[in-house]
Each structure stands twice: as structure tokens, then as C-alpha cells.
């Protein structure tokens, strides 16, 4: 099925996935060939997705998605993909938010675990394939 992850800026991915995992606002939805169609708010959090050549990742702030006709299309404010994201910068960013005082707090946790979770994800996979 083809991916589409758009922001308002670029336009990240368009190509063929075997599957797609996205942070819905509700808990991650999976989606492979042949889905019934649907609209899917987005939460913050991580998206993979399996293509043949292995799995890319995204941090995603939120946005929709749509599945319809074997195209999924990702609408998201921001994302990032995994593999620019540092693990360890990530960390830092993750202590770093914790420590935040006021309204920027829980906002600035919860997108960097997301950059966190897709930064782990590209790191674990460079790995497999390294082997």
C-alpha cells in the first residue's frame, strides 16, 4: 500500500509500506493492505512503518490520517524522522524536559519520548541490519 507523511512545510515519505503503526489519540492503530477506510485522529508519539527495505520512523505531533483505497496519508503539524535523531541528544532532551517547570512541561515529555521512541527504533534496526 503507498504512504503519504506530509507537514505543512515538506513532504517526508510517499512510497509503497507493508504496514503502518501510528500513535492514534486513543493508543496505536496498525494498519496493512486492504484496511476498511477510516479517518484517525493522531496523538504524540512514534510511527513506524515497514517497507521492503525495513522500517522507518517518525515523531509525530499529532495531525490525522486517512485510509482510503490503500493509501494511507499522514497529516501531521511536525515529525521527525528517526533516523536524524540522535539517542542520546534525545535523552538529554528527555531529562531536560522532566526538569521544566510550568504549563511546558508535560508537553515537552510527552514529544521527547516520541523522538526518544523513534530514535530507539532506528537504532535498533540500523543494528539488525548491520549484523
Known amino acids: 500500500m503507498r504512504c503519504i ?13 507493508e504496514m503502518a ?4 489519540s486513543d493508543g496505536e492503530v496498525g494498519i496493512l493492505a486492504g484496511h476498511a477506510p ?3 485522529a493522531l496523538g504524540v508519539g512514534a510511527c513506524r512503518l515497514k517497507t ?15 485510509v482510503h ?10 515529525a521527525e524522522a528517526g533516523a536524524g535523531i540522535d539517542p542520546e541528544e534525545a535523552k538529554r532532551a528527555l ?5 521544566m517547570e510550568g504549563k511546558d512541561k508535560e508537553q515537552g515529555i510527552i514529544w521527547a519520548r516520541a523522538r526518544l521512541a523513534a530514535a ?3 537504532t535498533v534496526q540500523s543494528a539488525k541490519i548491520a549484523e
Open 5 to 17: 507523511v506530509r507537514t505543512p512545510d515538506a513532504e517526508l515519505l510517499d512510497g509503497e509500506v
Open 52 to 66: 521492503p527495505e525495513g522500517t522507518i520512523s517518525y515523531a509525530l505531533s499529532g495531525g490525522f490520517t486517512r
Open 95 to 99: 531529562a531536560e524536559a522532566k526538569g
Open 38 to 40: 477510516m479517518v484517525l
Open 21 to 24: 503503526v501510528l500513535p492514534g
Open 69 to 78: 483505497k490503500n493509501v494511507v496519508t499522514v497529516l501531521t503539524t511536525r
Open 120 to 122: 530507539t527504533h532506528n
